[in-house]
């Protein structure tokens, strides 16, 4: 259901985060904006007292706080929270995100964001820097996120995203019509990496060099505990883009095709080399137009292991 009155609507998925909430959600109630927004949160069936603050945070302020809280884990039944729960209950024509456990540091955000991606009617996605803090909030260097292959984090940033995601969920902030996109929907996958990637495809994005809020990295998270599952599904949203471009190369949807065929080649090349199946190569360069692309891709590799390890040997967490 739309409604004018909201231009934006925050998803906030909440499972055991109690020691965190309150940080987030504090985060969304010192947002300054000359517009409604909502907080759509969904609470899994925390064991811990999750739901207790998300009450309180409801009565304390019923305009903002829109809250689900289930009797059983959903995530646990394979169900898509985002897409069975979040998205349906949408008002805003944006959609912004921030976990439980993560919180937002900059009180313009929201309308930083929103100034931004109303420059253009073509742009679908605005994404910020942040920051990486542990469970006592603590900064952490994360050498893997300071190799960036893209020549400018702004634009068309597709082919890149399928080389390797640049963007955090908590930073950024899509319009509502790629919720609403065949694209998006034909992958049964609800994980942001798909979002990221429709996103890209169908229109521009914007990079905002600042950081707006925070990413917390927990052991017992969810996605942590399930890291293999996420793995699996990571690949499958990766495998659905790659059938497309591979099924639409005599089309013009592809922009900077070259680019984007060098870097899926290199990617699939990427996750032979790091044990995750030659499936991924062998449907690539079953295509003989990809022949092609072998030496720009085996450079890109080449180029991007090489950053990556020096990184990784001389900058520790």
């Known amino acids: 259901m739309k409604n004018d009155n909201i231009l934006v609507s925050v998803v906030c998925d909440v499972y055991n985060h109690e020691p965190y909430l309150r940080q987030c959600f504090d985060g969304f109630v010192m947002q300054k904006t000359n517009f ?37 884990n959903q995530y646990s039944k394979g169900v898509g929270i985002w897409k069975t729960y979040q998205f349906p209950r949408v008002k805003g024509k944006y959609v912004a995100f921030c976990e439980g456990d993560d919180y937002w540091i900059d009180p313009l955000k929201l309308q930083k964001q929103v100034t931004a991606i109303e420059s253009d009617s073509k742009n679908t996605m605005v994404y910020t820097a942040f ?42 902030m899509v319009n509502r019509n790629v919720l609403e996109s065949k ?9 942001d990496y798909n979002l990221f990637l429709a996103a890209s495809s169908l229109g521009n994005c914007i990079y905002l060099d600042y950081e707006t809020c925070s990413y917390r990295k927990v052991g017992n998270s969810m996605t942590n505990s399930n890291s293999n599952i996420v793995q699996q599904r990571f690949l499958q949203v990766w495998e659905y883009y790659v059938d497309i471009i591979l099924n639409n190369l005599d089309q013009r949807i592809i922009a900077d095709k070259k680019l984007t065929l060098n870097l899926m080649l290199a990617k699939s090349i990427d996750l032979w080399l790091k044990g995750l199946g030659a499936k991924y190569l062998k449907k690539v360069i079953s295509c003989r137009r990809m022949l092609w692309h072998i030496l720009p891709a085996c450079f890109l590799e080449i180029q991007y292991l090489f950053s990556y390890n020096i990184k990784k040997l001389f900058i520790h967490e």
């Open 131 to 172: 920051s990486t803090v542990d469970e006592t909030g603590n900064s952490i260097y994360r050498y893997d996120l300071h190799y960036n292959m893209c020549k400018s984090k702004s634009g068309n940033i597709f082919p890149f995203l399928l080389f390797r995601n640049v963007v955090m969920t908590v930073s950024c």
């Open 36 to 72: 409604k927004f909502e907080v759509l949160v969904h609470d899994d069936a925390s064991t811990d007292k999750s739901a207790e603050i998300i009450i309180e945070y409801t009565n304390k302020y019923p305009d903002i706080f829109k809250p689900i809280i289930q009797k059983e």
């Open 183 to 191: 694209l998006y929907l034909d992958c049964n996958k609800s994980l």
